[in-house]
């Protein structure tokens, strides 16, 4: 088959994951990693992963299936960031589902549902590393079982979820850092690293995990 891989951003967290992918996929197939819509190709599957802008219909009419991969109980909390919203929300199961891509954003029909299980312990790199782990693991079901897999209609009332800011990673100096563990979870140190602000001025928060 011929495979495109579209991620919108070169410096996303997942391409160490779509590295991995690539070596799994050439082995049977031809592969194309773009990081533009405008560059990708007609084909047979075009992986959407990681894309921060919606794909226009235009490119989904140029190959068979397009398929997105996204961290939540579709129809619930569609669109940005739903796996650190749902730390936030003091949730460690976090539901996963690959689907169709639709003109609506994260509205196709579901293939394959399945979870992240988190420990209460990890931090965003910690997070990323499993929801890339199992995103390949989602990936290679499809491909293997894509012959007889439904595509399943979202059933419920949608809800969307809003882009992170770094407005978001603000910790309030006047509560406790364990009431506030899951706010420094989720915080990327490049990005948008934790902070808190003080007699007019702003400090900086960058959390590790001892090795």
Excluded at 119 to 143: A, F, P, R, V, W
Excluded at 189 to 211: G, L
Aim: glycine share 4%; aromatic share 8%.
């Amino acid at each position: 088959m011929k495979i495109t891989i579209l991620t919108d951003n070169p410096n996303s967290w997942i391409i160490p994951f779509i590295e991995e992918l690539k070596i799994y996929l050439v082995r049977d197939h031809e592969v194309k990693h773009v990081f533009e819509s405008e560059q990708v190709e007609s084909g047979d599957i075009l992986f959407i992963l990681s894309c921060e802008k919606l794909v226009k219909s235009q490119i989904l009419k140029l190959n068979k299936n397009n398929i997105v991969v996204h961290p939540s109980d579709l129809p619930k909390q569609r669109g940005w960031s739903p796996l650190t919203w749902q730390v936030l929300e003091g949730k460690n199961v976090i539901p996963i589902c690959l689907f169709e891509a639709h003109p609506i954003a994260d509205g196709g029909g579901v293939y394959i549902r399945d979870e992240i299980k988190l420990d209460g312990t990890e931090l965003n790199s910690g997070m990323k590393q499993k929801q890339g782990e199992i995103t390949l693991k989602m990936i290679k079901k499809y491909l293997k079982e894509k012959d007889t897999l439904l595509a399943i209609d979202q059933i419920g009332e949608p809800s969307y979820c809003n882009k992170i800011t770094s407005e978001d990673s603000e910790i309030d100096i006047n509560k406790s850092l364990k009431d506030q563990f899951n706010r420094l979870r989720v915080a990327d140190n490049k990005r948008y690293p934790a902070f808190f602000k003080y007699k007019n001025n702003k400090y900086i928060i960058k959390i590790y995990k001892e090795k």
